[in-house]
């Protein structure tokens, strides 16, 4: 980001802090996405879900494999 104008600084910023808006909240409504996560050592994997407490919606659920 370095040596980069400060128009696409701001633009980079901007699209960063819509990433983090639509992965932590809900699409529906907006509120705060609950996150849930459970590992599974022998699998070596973990899954996460994401619940809105606001309107009852899933979001997502993925599984992360560990290494």
């Known amino acids: 980001m370095e040596g980069e104008p400060m128009g696409r600084q701001r633009a980079r910023l901007g699209s960063l802090e819509r990433l983090v808006q639509n992965y932590s ?15 599974d050592f022998s699998l070596n994997t973990t ?5 809105c407490p606001e309107c009852g919606i899933e979001a997502r659920k993925l599984m992360h494999r560990l290494q």
Do not use: I, P, V
Not at 25 to 39: D, S
Not at 47 to 51: G, L, M, Y
């Open 25 to 39: 909240h809900c699409a529906e409504c907006g509120a705060r996405l609950h996150f849930n996560y459970y590992t």
């Open 47 to 51: 899954h996460e879900k994401a619940s």
